[in-house]
């Protein structure tokens, strides 16, 4: 069974009815909200596969929910809900960043189909990694440890864990960290540093026996933040 969640921001009580009941059938997780405000925060704070955007809410607009989405999360799948007659709405949409739209009135069969599209051309999710080799050893994050190829072991705290984990499974993709605040951390970036990230960079490249100074697994991407290479790209910094 399908376990992807997806949060659909949707006013109108009989639609919203109607995709979280389509959604539950086909056996989604669904998270639900009626209003821009609240949609808001679920779409910065909740940790969900896919975004169902109606741009026509009450509160905060939907566009307005795309582009701080955006800024925080960038490469969160998003759907946008709109009315037929709404065709610039629906290029702004897609000009913010939408990965796809949905015109009201809509089939559930449509519906489905673009939801199963997205979702199959999206980033990984960092779901059920279970152990993960390395150049000196193997990462249990079952366990959360990492036990070296010469019999040694080190821990990981949970916080740890979950960002070498995210990195890992958005391999070969440099991570923003807005987007660790955001998807690991379930921080809004917003007047946060970003210090604490940093800090478990450093502790991780330590427990990894990274070179600190030339790093061959975690790498820096200037400007844009952490990459997670495992050795497949001969340097760093």
Same mark, same amino acid.
């Given at each position: 069974m399908n376990r992807s969640a997806i949060l659909t921001?949707?006013?109108?009580?009989?639609? *919203? *009815?109607?995709?979280? @009941?389509?959604? $539950?059938?086909?056996?989604? *997780?669904?998270?639900?909200?009626? @209003?821009?405000n609240d949609g808001m925060n679920k779409a910065t704070e909740s940790e969900y596969d896919l975004l169902l955007l109606d741009l026509a809410l009450p509160g905060?607009?939907?566009l307005e929910?795309?582009?701080?989405?955006?800024?925080i999360r960038p490469t969160q799948p998003v759907i946008i809900l709109t009315a037929k007659g709404d065709e610039t709405d629906r290029v702004q949409g897609l000009k913010d960043g939408a990965d796809d739209y949905v015109v009201k009135p809509f089939s559930i069969k449509e519906l489905m189909a673009r939801v199963e599209a997205v979702l199959r051309r999206s980033p990984e999710r960092p779901t059920n990694i279970g152990q993960t080799n390395f150049e000196?050893?193997?990462? @249990?994050? $079952?366990r959360r440890e990492l036990r070296y190829t010469d019999e040694t072991r080190a821990e990981l705290s949970e916080k740890e864990a979950d960002l070498l984990g995210y990195l890992i499974s958005n391999r070969g993709r440099a991570i923003s960290r807005d987007e660790l605040l955001?998807?690991?951390?379930?921080?809004?970036?917003?007047?946060?540093?970003? *210090?604490?990230? @940093?800090?478990?960079i450093a502790r991780l490249r330590e427990k990894l026996r990274d070179n600190k100074e030339k790093p061959n697994l975690l790498l820096t991407v200037r400007g844009k933040g952490y990459m997670w290479t495992a050795g497949e790209n001969g340097s760093g910094s």
């Open positions: 921001i949707e006013d109108d009580p009989a639609i *919203r *009815r109607g995709i979280v @009941d389509a959604l $539950e059938f086909n056996g989604y *997780r669904v998270l639900e909200s009626a @209003d821009g905060i607009p939907g929910i795309l582009r701080r989405l955006r800024k000196y050893g193997t990462i @249990d994050f $079952e955001s998807s690991v951390w379930r921080l809004s970036p917003k007047g946060i540093t970003t *210090r604490t990230i @940093d800090m478990h």
